[in-house]
């Protein structure tokens, strides 16, 4: 079970990653499309979550739930029904 600090925790590292901003530069409110996430990215980042978080994901989640907070919080709800 992963808790949502858990989660926002990875999904910052690993967006840290892939935009080239440190980690405290991420703000929780942050849209994906701010940090400049478009659908490729989206994908590759979804592939990197699954993986770390184990936990299946849906492209869609990124517009479902914008922000990083948003996002950190559905999966944590996610991980508690496994």
Do not use: C
């Amino acid at each position: 079970m992963k808790t949502k600090a858990d989660i926002l925790n990875v999904l910052k590292e690993q967006l840290a990653g892939q935009t080239g901003l440190s980690v405290p530069e991420i703000e929780d409110d942050a849209t994906f499309y701010s940090l400049g996430l478009d659908s490729v990215s989206a994908v590759y980042l979804l592939d990197r979550l699954e993986k770390k978080l184990q936990i299946e994901m849906n492209p869609l989640f990124f517009w479902d739930y914008p922000t990083v907070a948003q996002l950190a919080e559905h999966l944590s709800t996610l991980s508690h029904h496994e």
